[in-house]
């Protein structure tokens, strides 16, 4: 059996593969390792992942396009929503910033803001703030709390509740939603919600095409960039790795099948790959509407929705 030396291995990849361990699916060992906190680790990652998001088949693989027009054509209802008020627009998953950014000009100066970007990723923070400072239509906030996940929101409410701005506006853009467990992270974001605050939400629905969009993705070289630097980070080698994707209980995922028997030491452990093992490493829940609005509805008392022509994409608009 092969061993591995001298790959760059990343300490919280492999303590997750470690603590994970494998499941059986059939005589199939499948390693999970699906888990969003570990795919900005690096600038190398988060530069892959804005990569594919502006790739062309990846905006035709999940019509971006329409859920950034969605998104911007509800910004007449946001704005009747503030009343005029000063608002705080807190960017969750912030990336890049340019979704947030699209429905600010939205506004079109009707709206006095301060956007606070949070992502678990400096290098995504660094980069909202800086397509964020070329324009002139927000106060930007930078503090300790931009680079966080989600669990710090009171904490983020608390500090930008001061002076004139007292609403809250949260973006939970870019089908953000799929990657977290659904009820933790609503229950997260509703219990930092003030009763005159409200939350937008822009994500995939599972519709009739769902199963050959997550096949294409198989086909989409700008998700395998971006997704195979985690399997690379355990000491594996592109050539032992052949990437794949599958729709499967409820959601699309991607995983990676091992080519080739290895063995990886780090740290005075080792972890032992059979050919055939499958390493997940990214899934992402897609909800039919009908399933999407219970949750919605459970969470909060007010939401509406647009839904994409394609039916493919929603924008929902909630209020505690």
């Keep these: 059996m092969a061993e591995e030396k001298g790959q760059q291995i990343n300490d919280l990849i492999f ?4 603590k994970r361990g494998y499941s059986l699916e059939g005589n199939t060992r499948i390693w999970n390792i699906a888990d969003s906190k570990l795919w900005y680790l ?3 990652q988060s530069q892959a992942y804005l990569d594919l998001e502006n790739s062309e088949d990846y905006t035709d693989a999940v019509g971006e396009d329409d859920g950034q027009k ?9 704005i ?9 627009v807190v960017d969750l998953g912030c990336g890049d910033g340019k979704k947030a950014l699209g429905l600010i000009k939205a506004f079109n100066k009707k709206l006095k803001v301060k956007y606070c970007p949070i992502d678990i990723s400096s290098y995504m923070v660094k980069k909202a703030i800086e397509n964020f400072s070329k324009e002139s239509i927000a106060e930007i906030v ?9 669990e710090n929101l009171e904490n983020v409410v608390h500090l930008l509740n001061m002076g004139e701005y007292k609403k809250n506006l949260f973006l939970l853009l870019g089908s953000t939603l799929g990657n977290f467990e659904i009820n933790e992270l609503l229950y997260e974001i509703r219990s930092s919600m ?12 599972a519709d009739e095409k769902i199963e050959e969009r997550a096949k294409s993705q198989a086909e989409n070289k700008a998700v395998d960039n971006f997704l195979i630097k985690m399997p690379l980070q355990l000491g594996l080698k592109k050539e032992d790795l052949e990437y794949n994707t599958r729709f499967k209980n409820y959601r699309m995922e991607f995983y990676y099948t091992i080519k080739n028997d290895k063995t990886v030491k780090f740290n005075e452990k080792k972890v032992v790959f059979h050919k055939g093992d499958q390493i997940i490493v990214a899934v992402a829940y897609k909800y039919d509407n009908s399933d999407l609005m219970s949750y919605l509805n459970l969470y909060f008392n007010s939401v509406q929705v647009a839904l994409s022509e394609d039916k493919s994409k929603i924008v929902a608009l909630c209020k505690k």
């Design 42 to 44: 690096t600038p190398d």
């Design 15 to 18: 303590k997750e593969l470690i």
């Design 194 to 205: 003030k009763g005159t605050d409200m939350l937008v939400i822009d994500t995939a629905v």
């Design 70 to 78: 969605l998104i911007e054509e509800r910004a007449a209802e946001i």
């Design 80 to 88: 009747e929503w503030a009343k005029e008020e000063p608002i705080n």
């Design 142 to 150: 930078e503090f300790q709390y931009n680079i966080s996940d989600f």
